[in-house]
């Protein structure tokens, strides 16, 4: 039984994630990253390596050392550190299915909280910050061409960053009814209708290229553009828009901002958040509401619909001694 955790660990990934649950490619390369963190931390921890470690050596202790060393060495954030302490908490549900000896360890990791974390309100780009991003790339170049092409489609769409690098040129379907088809979050297709100008441009974009298969806006190489490349153009096409609107060189701007930024501009024209939740493929109604509570124009149209009560002004001054004190803490 002490040598089993690496067969352990690879039935999880090909039976359970792959064979069972059917994870998406995102899910099992992030439960991967996880798991090459975590053996790495015990191997130094122990002294041992990956392939000697047993289910035993990753108890619960190791376990949270390793969720703090995550934040503490490596920067992550609170919401990171949950997503690692999900993907350990997997496995061992795993674990005490398949070998029922380790309940109580497993339990053990189980029974381990989230970390609770300030939830920020969400960042996005107004009007003006939006016009200055899509006109930075320089459309004289066939990579500036490809740039502003994407982010138009990502501020009017709404797009996952996943799901813009993932479109190919048979997701996008021109003339009447024109709209771009995607596989969301949770295998969920989605199609989302384009607006004239962005139809338009996406078929100049295309030109006379009918290979369905081929990615929307690839690489210079032809390529997917990978995630990391996306979060590039994102801060190159800020920085250059920052200087004629230098209010976006205050935001931390990365492609989900753009996201956020497509649902704000829905909200503010008015658009149900039941229809918005649609039209970004949230799995429930309640997800969208973030856009209300980041909505500044809504309180502030609330607030004016409130008259002030009729108190009259003045600083509390206590009269007893134990008041006074209570006054000072």
């Known amino acids: 039984m002490s040598a089993a955790l690496p067969a352990l660990i690879q039935r999880f990934f090909t039976d359970r994630l792959c064979t069972q649950l059917e994870a998406s490619r995102h899910t099992v ?33 190791l376990v949270a050392n390793f969720l703090v060393h995550t934040e503490t060495a490596r920067g992550n954030t609170a919401r990171s550190r949950n997503t690692r302490l999900a993907a350990i908490r997997s496995f061992f549900r795993f ?33 003006d910050e939006m016009a200055a991003l899509l006109a930075a790339p320089d459309r004289s170049t066939w990579a500036g061409r490809r740039d502003h092409a994407l982010l138009l489609l990502a501020v009017q769409t709404g797009l996952r960053a996943s799901e813009l690098v993932g479109l190919t040129l048979g997701d996008v379907v021109l003339g009447t009814g024109a709209h771009i088809r995607c596989l969301g979050k949770g295998r969920k297709e989605r199609a989302t209708p384009l607006r004239r100008d962005t139809a338009k441009l996406l078929a100049t974009w295309i030109g006379a290229d009918k290979d369905e298969c081929r990615p929307l806006f690839p690489s210079i190489r ?47 024209h008015g658009v149900d958040p039941a229809v918005i939740a649609l039209w970004l493929g949230h799995e429930n109604v309640e997800t969208t ?16 619909r409130v008259a002030a009560p009729p108190t009259p002004s003045g600083r509390f001054r206590p009269d007893d001694q134990l008041l006074a004190f209570l006054e000072g803490l």
């Open 95 to 127: 674990v005490a299915m398949t070998d029922p000896t380790w309940l109580l360890h497993c339990q053990r990791v189980l029974a381990m909280p989230n970390k609770r974390y300030v939830k920020r309100t969400v960042t996005f780009l107004d009007a």
């Open 29 to 61: 390369a992030g439960y991967r990253d996880t798991f090459r963190l975590l053996l790495r931390y015990a191997s130094a921890e122990l002294g041992k390596p990956p392939v000697k470690l047993t289910v035993e050596d990753i108890d619960a202790d």
């Open 289 to 304: 509401q973030i856009y209300i509570h980041a909505d500044m124009r809504m309180k502030q149209k609330a607030l004016a």
């Open 222 to 268: 032809g390529e997917r553009l990978s995630r990391d490349a996306l979060e590039h153009l994102v801060r190159k096409h800020c920085l250059t828009a920052a200087r004629i609107c230098p209010s976006i060189g205050a935001k931390r701007v990365t492609p989900h901002t753009l996201r956020h930024s497509n649902a704000m501009d829905l909200l503010h």
